[in-house]
């Protein structure tokens, strides 16, 4: 079992930044790579961003390469989400995930969920 919590979420403003974080506990996390994915208000669950285990090679949604950034320490058992360039069609809630898929994009492909949390980009 791994347990997921999600922090950093909020309001802000369009073009403004966020960074969340997604601490891991449980089994051991560097087995497992890690994404994040998000859900707005009538929409399907959809990844934003992955990174592998050890050798954390990153990857993207195209709606949001060079403007989003993931990251990963495994001394601190933890995943982050830089969100730079903030745009209104960002908002929605936001999930960490883990999985022992290599370079997954599919929701059904990971094992393990954070409860989420809420980013707001105002216009």
């Known amino acids: 079992q791994v347990q997921l919590v999600e922090s950093g979420g909020g309001l802000v403003q369009a073009g403004g930044s966020l960074r969340l974080s997604c601490a891991a506990s449980?089994?051991?996390?560097?087995?497992?790579?890690m994404g994040w994915f998000r859900q707005a208000p009538g929409k399907e669950r959809e990844f934003v961003a992955g990174i592998t285990w050890r050798t954390s090679i990153t990857y993207y949604k195209d709606s949001v390469k060079g403007r989003f950034t993931i990251t990963r320490d495994n001394a601190k058992n933890t995943v982050y989400l830089q969100m730079n360039s903030l745009k209104p069609e960002d908002t929605a809630v936001y999930y960490c995930?883990?999985?022992?898929?290599?370079?997954?994009?599919?929701?059904?492909?990971?094992?393990?969920w954070g409860q989420g949390t809420q980013v707001t980009v105002s216009s």
């Open positions: 995930a883990a999985t022992s898929q290599y370079g997954s994009i599919l929701v059904g492909e990971y094992d393990y």
């Open positions: 449980g089994r051991t996390f560097r087995d497992y790579g």
